[in-house]
């Protein structure tokens, strides 16, 4: 029913490659026979025979028989979208959210209760640090441990039996590019019976944490998927029965706290999806080039497609595909603030290399200190721990212009700035 990963033909296989696995979904064509699927702006449905109405809203028909009720429960352009994201992220099931915070705070309040227990990842994105370590104690009385994901047996001694259900974390850790040894971590959840729940923001093509035993798979769309800093989405993606749960009337986390999204937004997105490979081998292709060549100046430069990273060789294991690289983000640690304030100014004021911004995924490369910004909501001692230096810049690799030109534009900025060596 929701968001269910159909696939055309006689194809009923999963696909491990997700580009492949996106041009196996059945084709939604428009109204009117349109190569593009048409928009369902509407937010309530005619019910033709009047009996159904109580058997729609038991559950006994769904849209799995093209029976619809409401914008906020299920919406069919939402829908083809979500059937889309399943293929991506090779999941039984999706369905898609108004944010990417409303799809991890959505997740985690449908499978945790009052006096439950988290586990979760100390270096994560500064407002999913939040919700887990102020809002869900304080509101929810949900607790976290925040540990190191890379030390198992810390994770292992964390689990609280009988309490701990989720155990969550990222793919590829925001800011510092930590890879994450999804399939052990998940041996570990599931000889305990906890849930792994992975944010894969960071590596759409590049890692699919479902295929690698994660239980659900959350995103923020509104990144590398959406592609053009226009939009504000997210996505879950997991079994039928944890979506259909989470759509419930009486008891879902997204039918009750309603983060809908917008028809329209659904059908841009749709849009997005069939490029989204193409992109991503760009944006990865030239955060490696450009973090080997710095890396080659003397900076102190991070991006685990370097063999100096120290889980290049655990992300090379776990790789979809090596033509979609090891990611299209890179930081530089310039150690101090002043230093990377500095860095950026030139890079965006005097030779336009990127832009100060916070985000990923756009085709112009953004660049922010992560430690004032996106890690902001941690204190200094959180930062410290989750490895942010006070002067660590997070750069999203674009893809616009050339890569000699941007290049050349990276290498008049430090030729400006005569105290970097």
């Given at each position: 029913?929701?968001?269910?990963?159909?696939?055309?033909?006689?194809?009923?296989?999963?696909?491990?490659?997700?580009?492949?696995?996106?041009?196996?979904?059945?084709?939604?064509?428009?109204?009117?026979?349109?190569?593009?699927?048409?928009?369902?702006?509407?937010?309530?449905?005619?019910?033709?025979?009047?009996?159904?109405?109580?058997?729609?809203?038991?559950?006994?028909?769904?849209?799995?028989?093209?029976?619809?009720?409401?914008?906020?429960?299920?919406?069919?352009?939402?829908?083809?979208?979500?059937?889309?994201?399943?293929?991506?992220?090779?999941?039984?099931?999706?369905?898609?959210?108004?944010?990417?915070?409303?799809?991890?705070?959505?997740?985690?309040?449908?499978?945790?209760?009052?006096?439950?227990?988290?586990?979760?990842?100390?270096?994560?994105?500064?407002?999913?640090?939040?919700?887990?370590?102020?809002?869900?104690?304080?509101?929810?009385?949900?607790?976290?441990?925040?540990?190191?994901?890379?030390?198992?047996?810390?994770?292992?001694?964390?689990?609280?039996?009988?309490?701990?259900?989720?155990?969550?974390?990222?793919?590829?850790?925001?800011?510092?590019?930590?890879?994450?040894?999804?399939?052990?971590?998940?041996?570990?959840?599931?000889?305990?019976?906890?849930?792994?729940?992975?944010?894969?923001?960071?590596?759409?093509?590049?890692?699919?944490?479902?295929?690698?035993?994660?239980?659900?798979?959350?995103?923020?769309?509104?990144k590398y998927i959406s592609g053009g800093a226009d939009v504000i989405a997210g996505a879950i993606c997991g079994p039928a029965s944890l979506i259909n749960s989470m759509m419930?009337?009486?008891?879902?986390?997204?039918?009750?706290?309603?983060?809908?999204?917008?028809?329209?937004?659904?059908?841009?997105?749709?849009?997005?999806?069939?490029?989204?490979?193409?992109?991503?081998?760009?944006?990865?292709?030239?955060?490696?080039?450009?973090?080997?060549?710095?890396?080659?100046?003397?900076?102190?430069?991070?991006?685990?497609?370097?063999?100096?990273?120290?889980?290049?060789?655990?992300?090379?294991?776990?790789?979809?595909?090596?033509?979609?690289?090891?990611?299209?983000?890179?930081?530089?640690?310039?150690?101090?603030?002043?230093?990377?304030?500095?860095?950026?100014?030139?890079?965006?004021?005097?030779?336009?290399?990127?832009?100060?911004?916070?985000?990923?995924?756009?085709?112009?490369?953004?660049?922010?200190?992560?430690?004032?910004?996106?890690?902001?909501?941690?204190?200094?001692?959180?930062?410290?721990?989750?490895?942010?230096?006070?002067?660590?810049?997070?750069?999203?690799?674009?893809?616009?212009?050339?890569?000699?030109?941007?290049?050349?534009?990276?290498?008049?900025?430090?030729?400006?700035?005569?105290?970097?060596?």
């Open positions: 029913m929701a968001g269910n990963n159909e696939r055309g033909h006689h194809e009923n296989f999963i696909v491990d490659d997700p580009t492949a696995a996106l041009a196996n979904v059945r084709h939604e064509f428009g109204e009117h026979g349109g190569v593009n699927m048409s928009i369902e702006a509407s937010i309530t449905f005619t019910v033709m025979e009047s009996e159904n109405l109580p058997r729609m809203f038991t559950g006994e028909l769904g849209p799995d028989s093209n029976f619809f009720i409401y914008g906020r429960h299920f919406n069919p352009t939402v829908l083809n979208l979500s059937r889309l994201m399943a293929a991506l992220e090779g999941t039984e099931a999706a369905y898609c959210t108004s944010s990417g915070m409303s799809a991890i705070s959505s997740v985690i309040l449908q499978l945790c209760s009052s006096g439950d227990h988290v586990v979760a990842s100390r270096t994560l994105y500064g407002g999913t640090h939040a919700l887990f370590m102020h809002f869900l104690p304080k509101k929810c009385n949900i607790t976290t441990s925040f540990v190191d994901i890379r030390d198992l047996d810390i994770v292992d001694e964390a689990i609280v039996e009988g309490r701990t259900k989720v155990l969550f974390f990222e793919s590829i850790s925001n800011p510092t590019l930590m890879v994450s040894n999804i399939p052990e971590l998940c041996r570990i959840e599931h000889d305990k019976g906890v849930i792994v729940v992975v944010d894969n923001t960071f590596a759409p093509m590049v890692m699919s944490p479902a295929r690698l035993g994660a239980d659900v798979v959350v995103h923020n769309v509104s419930d009337i009486r008891q879902g986390a997204l039918m009750l706290l309603g983060p809908t999204m917008n028809a329209k937004i659904a059908f841009e997105l749709s849009e997005r999806l069939p490029h989204l490979g193409l992109r991503m081998k760009e944006h990865c292709n030239r955060a490696l080039v450009f973090a080997t060549r710095m890396n080659n100046l003397g900076l102190k430069v991070i991006h685990p497609g370097l063999e100096t990273h120290p889980d290049h060789p655990l992300l090379k294991s776990l790789a979809n595909n090596k033509e979609y690289g090891y990611g299209g983000i890179l930081c530089v640690d310039m150690e101090t603030k002043e230093r990377a304030n500095s860095l950026m100014n030139v890079l965006q004021n005097c030779t336009q290399f990127g832009l100060m911004a916070v985000s990923l995924g756009y085709y112009e490369t953004l660049m922010s200190c992560s430690g004032n910004s996106t890690s902001s909501e941690m204190n200094n001692k959180e930062k410290e721990l989750a490895g942010i230096s006070p002067g660590l810049v997070r750069m999203s690799i674009g893809y616009y212009g050339t890569l000699e030109q941007k290049w050349n534009q990276f290498e008049k900025s430090l030729s400006r700035m005569q105290h970097i060596k």
